[in-house]
């Protein structure tokens, strides 16, 4: 079992920065590979980024490609989602995603790829 707490999230205006973290307990942090989800009000959930287990590996969506930045940290079990020059496109409950037993260096896109979910955060983005 993993459980994933998001807290942070919030109303930021457009050009503006914010930075979301997502703890995890339970099972072995540093086991898990690591994605941020996301879900505007009307559409399907959709990957937004993605961490291997050791880091060293990091996927993007188009979308928040030189925007955003994921990374983590093994000893605070913590993976975070630094979000720069925010649009009101952005705006949407954004989830953590831990998948266990995960190849060193793999990444996933797909939320069926994930075993355990946060509770998502809620971004606005004003204009």
């Known amino acids: 079992q993993v459980q994933l707490v998001e807290p942070g999230g919030g109303l930021v205006q457009a050009g503006g920065s914010l930075r979301l973290s997502c703890a995890a307990s339970g099972r072995t942090f540093s086991s898990c590979a690591m994605g941020w989800f996301r879900q505007a009000p009307g559409k399907e959930r959709e990957f937004v980024a993605a961490i291997s287990r050791s880091g060293g590996t990091r996927y993007y969506a188009d979308s928040v490609k030189g925007r955003f930045t994921i990374s983590r940290d093994n000893a605070k079990n913590t993976v975070y989602l630094q979000m720069n020059s925010l649009k009101p496109e952005d705006t949407a409950v954004y989830y953590c995603?831990?998948?266990?037993?995960?190849?060193?260096?793999?990444?996933?896109?797909?939320?069926?790829?994930?075993?355990?979910w946060g509770q998502g955060t809620q971004v606005t983005v004003s204009s």
């Open positions: 995603a831990a998948r266990t037993d995960s190849a060193l260096f793999g990444v996933w896109m797909l939320s069926d790829d994930y075993d355990y």
